[in-house]
Every structure is written in structure tokens, then in C-alpha cells.
């Protein structure tokens, strides 16, 4: 499989969504909790969400392009410049997500 950023566009991901279940639906096999910090939260319009994924092995792309569907064009575009960290760690695109993962998006940060 080749690199997959996660600022490049994937296929919609079918049975994703964020928040929770709908009425009927069956439950996801991975759920990511997802904690923004500085202007990705501003532009999420929140500091802290959950994505539900339908498949069992979500990689960090399959979580980004749940975000680019829900929060649009801005956000897909400040997304794309962001760190991605799960317990201190850098994950990048094609890393695979445990299904109850913690996921800290972080902007880029000026230093002086």
C-alpha cells in the first residue's frame, strides 16, 4: 500500500460519523477519541469529540477523513498542516489505530 497523507482527500468512509450512534445503527468496531488544542479547536468548534469507525484496524487517515466530512473545507485545510500524537507518541497516516484510542491533534506552533 503507498503513503496515504492525511491531508489528501480519501473515499468517504461508509457508516462513519462523529459523535455517536444513530437510532438503529449498529455499534462501530473502533471509536477514537479525538482532543484539539489552539485554532484546530477553534475551527472543530470543539475541544473534544468521538469518531466511530465501522472497521476494526482504523489507520490515522480513516480518522482525518471522518473529520475533513464532518467539519468541511476550512477545517480539512488547517488539518492538513497539524502533528497528530497518541500517548506522546507522532503517529503519521498509515499507523494503525488501537479502537479505543486517545487522538491529540496539534497545530503548528510558533517559537521564540
Known amino acids: 500500500m503507498g503513503a496515504v497523507r492525511p491531508d489528501v482527500p480519501r473515499a468517504p468512509i461508509s457508516g462513519s460519523h462523529v459523535h455517536g450512534l444513530r437510532g438503529g445503527e449498529q455499534s462501530p468496531a473502533a471509536s477514537v477519541r479525538v482532543q484539539y488544542f489552539a485554532g484546530i479547536a477553534d475551527a472543530a468548534g470543539v475541544d473534544s469529540e468521538v469518531v466511530e469507525l465501522p472497521m476494526e484496524s ?18 480539512a485545510q488547517r ?9 506522546g507518541r507522532a503517529v503519521t497516516a498509515d499507523d494503525e489505530l488501537l ?4 487522538l491529540d491533534v496539534l497545530p503548528p506552533f510558533a517559537g521564540g
Open 99 to 102: 479502537p479505543s484510542a486517545s
Open 79 to 87: 488539518i492538513a498542516v497539524c502533528a497528530f500524537v497518541i500517548h
Open 58 to 75: 482504523p489507520v490515522l487517515a480513516d480518522v482525518v477523513q471522518a473529520l475533513r466530512e464532518k467539519h468541511g473545507d476550512d477545517f
